[in-house]
């Protein structure tokens, strides 16, 4: 988590939301971190995206693009509903080929980074769903292209929750790859779905809910990990390690009495 803050209050998370994780954004003030996203955006979109292959492509697509993205952040989309998106906000036409090229050359300029599906052996014959889902690698590139600062996500707690979910992706996915592991979602056709799953390559793995906060939130993430552990055939497979609801805020970790841990972001360690 940036800054090795703890305890993150409201304020401070939106800021940290909308600044990201940028070294460069270290020792600076903070409305002049706020513009280090913004700032390479711009570099990205005016230059990076012609030196892929060397081909020239359009900066004004691929910023209606991007936005796309940012608005359908944790989100399985495909190209086709991308490209509906960009028509119906940006009032333009492409084709579905056209939108993966695009979204192909920011995976390849690592702005973009999809989280698998994860597959586990389950008692039921339930249909998995394998559908990638869609990240930025840093929430700081949504909030950057759709022109969000802290207030707006403040006056925005639903919304936040989408860019809040891409913070806590990407530092699990940082502390995942010191712990020689991998981050996945999991959804099934019966709409069970869980955020994030932690799956060390020595077979140990954890279930997690990624919540904003409060307790509605935090009791609707535990029931869905108890629901999919439950799931979970342990005669083909480890049982979960642990189960968790991570939160934005929140003074301490704690166990509930169901063993579903309670972690707000800024206690996590790799």
Not at 87 to 101: A, G, Q
Not at 159 to 170: H, I, K, P
Request: aromatic share 8%; proline share 4%.
């Amino acid at each position: 988590m940036p800054d090795g803050e703890s305890h993150i209050d409201i304020e401070r998370l939106a800021f940290l939301t909308c600044r990201g994780g940028w070294p460069g954004a270290l020792g600076l003030n903070d409305k002049a971190a706020l513009r280090v996203a913004r700032a390479y955006l711009k570099a990205v979109v005016n230059y990076d995206i012609s030196k892929v292959d060397d081909v020239k492509r359009d900066p004004v697509l691929m910023s209606r693009i991007i936005r796309s993205l940012a608005r359908n952040q944790g989100e399985q989309i495909p190209f086709t509903t991308i490209r509906a998106d960009v028509i119906s906000n940006e009032n333009c036409d492409l084709s579905d080929d056209t939108v993966e090229n695009y979204v192909k050359v920011l995976q390849k300029i690592f702005l973009e980074e999809d989280m698998h599906a994860w597959n586990p052996n389950l008692r039921s014959k339930t249909a998995i769903r394998t559908s990638d889902t869609r990240y930025f690698v840093d929430p700081s590139i949504a909030t950057a292209a759709l022109g969000l600062g802290p207030d707006d996500l403040l006056n925005d707690m639903i919304d936040w929750g989408f860019y809040f979910e891409t913070l806590a992706v990407r530092d699990l996915r940082v502390y995942a790859d010191a712990l020689d592991g991998e981050v996945f979602h999991y959804r099934d056709h019966n709409g069970l779905e869980c955020d994030t799953v932690l799956h060390r390559r020595n077979g140990q793995y954890g279930l997690i809910e990624i919540k904003l906060g409060g307790d509605d939130n935090i009791d609707k993430g535990a029931k869905v990990l108890l629901s999919l552990a439950s799931k979970i055939d342990t005669t083909k497979m480890n049982e979960p390690s642990f189960l968790m609801v991570l939160t934005g805020i929140g003074q301490y970790a704690y166990r509930r009495k169901d063993g579903v841990y309670v972690v707000p972001i800024g206690c996590l360690r790799p």
